[in-house]
């Protein structure tokens, strides 16, 4: 199975500020990445994928890129509302499979 | 629009067998697949399987000798049978709509499923 390595556990940033998250994918996975976001008592909602790619309805200050088999989500200029969860998943081969998640506070 | 519904009990008892219905609307399950993914207490994602468009199924290994997938498509609704549950089977379970491959574009609310005597 494809391991996704996750980083960081958890963070927490300001209103305002740029964030970034990280997923390394045990072997090439060829761009077939997704990012999600849950929120407390909700659903996974899919925000990125293939690596870089915006869900129709996503605002513009999410952004995803990669480098190798690095996988990176930014979030720019903090709102409130990023408050929550969020998830790489790889979607290249079966078993599908999700990193860790990292908990994103706001200050 | 389009709304997927898991329903189940909420407590299984060791070693007995987890019956889940995912039922949804909006779309055909002859055109879109829809998976089961689980989810152990707001921590991590599990891809447990898929039932393809066509009627196929696919499933993790982790799970394949007690996991089923079957569908009925007259009432549009796609079950999960998972037997000789353990408590490590505990979690939230979803089921999610195929957008393309492998990506996962609407989900259920989930059912939690508590395994416990």
């Known amino acids: 199975d494809i391991q996704m390595t996750q980083s960081p556990a958890s963070l927490s940033a300001s209103l305002g500020e740029t964030v970034t998250i990280e997923c390394l994918a045990s072997e090439d996975i060829y761009s077939n990445l997704a990012w999600y976001q849950q929120k407390p008592g909700k659903s996974p909602q899919l925000l990125i994928y293939d690596a870089s790619s915006l869900q129709d309805g996503v605002p513009s200050r999410f952004s995803g890129s990669e480098s190798g088999t690095q996988y990176s989500l930014e979030i720019n200029s903090l709102q409130s509302e990023d408050a929550a969860t969020y998830f790489c998943?790889?979607?290249?081969?079966?078993?599908?499979?999700f990193g860790s998640g990292t908990k994103l506070e706001i200050k | 629009q389009v709304q997927l519904k898991e329903s189940g009990p909420g407590l299984v008892q060791p070693s007995q067998t987890l019956s889940l219905t995912c039922t949804v609307s909006?779309?055909?399950?002859?055109?879109?697949?829809v998976h089961w993914v689980r989810q152990h207490s707001g921590k991590s994602l599990e891809w447990m399987g898929r039932m393809w468009s066509d009627g196929d199924t696919s499933y993790n290994s982790a799970f394949t000798s007690r996991l089923s997938i079957s569908r009925d498509t007259s009432k549009s609704q796609v079950f999960l049978k998972m037997n000789s549950l353990q408590t490590e089977d505990t979690g939230t379970y979803y089921c999610?709509?195929?957008?393309?491959?492998?990506?996962?574009?609407?989900w259920g609310q989930g059912v939690m499923v508590t395994v416990s005597s």
């Open positions: 909006g779309f055909s399950l002859t055109s879109y697949s």
């Open positions: 998943q790889q979607h290249h081969d079966y078993p599908f499979t």
């Open positions: 999610a709509r195929n957008w393309y491959d492998g990506l996962f574009d609407y």
